[in-house]
């Protein structure tokens, strides 16, 4: 697509619940990365993928979180039993292999009650 | 890990004044991106520019590799130029992944 997808935008969700978030980069970008921004603060990194693999995972914060991207395009990011310290916008960025400008999608404001 | 500091914090200026953004970090980089988060929190792209300089419109960027700092410059400021400016750096992590550190920003707004 012409840009990054986010979906959903907003999504409310009680305390203990799984929730799925979804990302579509741009087309041809094999770099795909999660970031997650908590209000007045920079993103922080979350995970990285280079084709269909997580190739650094290391700024998920915890066993709850994971990320797949199965077909090397689409990913979702998964967090099991939410708490309430979860509550952030999730931002994906796509961005060919070599680095160059990264493009963000409008990320997904999680919200656990 | 590596660290980015962004100055000032906030910056309030009128329409029509001129502006620099600061941001050093304290390592070597292969990466350094610029961005602008618009109010409705989109996070739009301005400058990758590891080194050298560049330009684009009223917005130029200046990145001083050895001397680990970059700056973002804003001539004949808008309105629509508010929001807050992120600077992010690139350290080479597995495989090659250019994970970005971001700062924390420079809140600007500018009033008509």
């Known amino acids: 697509g012409a840009g990054v997808s986010q979906t959903p935008s907003n999504k409310v969700t009680e305390k203990g619940k799984y929730v799925e978030l979804r990302c579509d980069p741009i087309?041809?970008?094999?770099?795909l990365y999660w970031y997650r921004q908590s209000l007045g603060q920079g993103p922080e990194f979350l995970i990285y993928?280079?084709?269909?693999?997580?190739?650094?995972d290391s700024g998920l914060p915890n066993d709850r979180f994971f990320a797949v991207r199965p077909e090397g395009s689409v990913s979702t990011l998964k967090i099991q039993r939410t708490e309430r310290g979860d509550s952030a916008v999730y931002l994906c960025?796509?961005?060919?292999?070599?680095?160059?400008?990264?493009?963000f999608g409008s990320g997904t404001r999680l919200t656990v009650v | 890990g590596i660290q980015v500091e962004q100055s000032p914090p906030d910056l309030i200026l009128q329409e029509g004044a001129n502006s620099t953004l600061r941001c050093n970090f304290s390592?070597?980089?292969?990466?350094l991106q610029w961005f602008h988060q618009n109010p409705w929190g989109q996070l739009i792209n301005l400058f990758y520019?590891?080194?050298g300089t560049k330009q684009n419109g009223r917005l130029s960027a200046t990145t001083v590799a050895t001397e680990r700092y970059s700056l973002l410059y804003i001539s004949s400021s808008q309105t629509t130029d508010s929001g807050v400016y992120f600077c992010?750096?690139?350290?080479?992590?597995?495989?090659?992944?250019?994970?970005?550190?971001f700062g924390q920003g420079t809140r600007l707004t500018i009033n008509p």
């Open positions: 993928f280079q084709g269909t693999g997580a190739a650094d």
């Open positions: 520019i590891p080194s």
């Open positions: 390592d070597s980089v292969n990466n």
């Open positions: 087309s041809g970008h094999t770099a």
């Open positions: 960025a796509s961005s060919f292999i070599q680095g160059d400008g990264y493009t």
């Open positions: 992010a750096v690139g350290t080479r992590g597995i495989q090659g992944a250019q994970k970005l550190v």
